[in-house]
């Protein structure tokens, strides 16, 4: 069986398609599974080693310069790649028009299926124009969580019940410390994901400081994404003297960091959630967004605290931290 995966972006979203890999082939041994994605997650995606062909899909450079005949190069070979294979299935399950056009140019084997979401979750951004692109539409409660919405879709089209907790496939932390980034303080260290594109879903820098001045001595790293999350990480610093603000990561070093953290909190935001998926040692908070529909609900190494409208607490948070530290922080067991 061959299957074609159709999830573009974004990080989150991304990384919470990555359980329908380990489901379909629990169920159906043998599948080959593709995906196409945004080429700045392709290296999240080639994390998960039963993924057989990643396509990277770049509307997000090209639309800049469609006209240009390298971008009109680039979008020929990605279509020749896109419909090299014929597939049993192709699964779209972001739901949006641009996502509907790749599906419908992918190639179907005889008796080949198109199978895609009939609605949206609350507050996402879905169009419904996107169906028209599908052989048959999925129906799902408006509230799923996010990881369970691909997981469904494929159950639904498979014959197959949705009965296990989720497994992303991705590996253990680095054993080695030697082969550790140069960053990467060799001690057990917390991470503070502070940085989110969206003001209102942010956690006051005075919280974050009372909460790394709970964590002393342990050392506190602060990512950052853009100038403004740089100026933040600075400021957070100025109160933490075992505050370290992180030089700009690649992707590939944001994982990393993530992956290999005793201790990760964050905002609901696309590396929080990678690090609850690596199942380390995980606070999200939510400030301003629904706990329903991303909270890390697989592991009781994920504490998800907050709701829409109500931040949490620095109490709750260190509470939090004192109890996930007072467990053995161990590696997770590596994908099979």
Known sequence: MKILLVRVSSLGDVLHNLPMVADILRHHPGALIDWVVEEGYVSLVRLNPHVRTIIPFALRRWRKSLTAKPTRAEI?????????????????????????????????????????LANGSEGS???????????????????????????????????????????????????????????????????????????AKKWPAANWIATGLALAPMPVLLAWGSEGEKREAELIAAGLAHAVVLPKLSMDEAVTLARNAALAIGVDT?????????????IELYC????????GNWSPRIVNLGELGAPPTVAEVTLACARLLAAPVTAPPGPA
């Open 76 to 116: 020929a070979a990605f279509l020749r790649a896109l419909r090299a294979e014929r597939y049993d299935f192709v699964f779209d399950t972001q739901g949006l028009l641009k996502t509907g056009v790749i599906m419908g140019a992918a190639r179907l084997a005889p008796g080949g299926r198109k199978v895609g």
């Open 288 to 295: 301003d967004s629904p706990k329903w529909k991303t909270e």
């Open 270 to 282: 696309g590396l929080t959630h990678i690090a609850a998926a690596f199942v380390r040692p995980t």
């Open 125 to 199: 951004g879905y169009e419904a124009v996107s169906r028209i692109f599908h052989t048959d539409s999925v129906h799902l409660d408006p509230r799923t969580h996010a990881v369970a919405r691909g997981r469904l879709v494929a159950a639904a089209a498979l014959g197959y019940q949705v009965d296990s907790a989720p497994d992303f496939g991705l590996p253990a932390p680095l054993p080695d410390l030697a082969t550790r980034p140069q960053w990467m303080p060799a001690a057990p260290y917390a991470v503070f994901f502070h940085g989110t594109a969206r003001a």
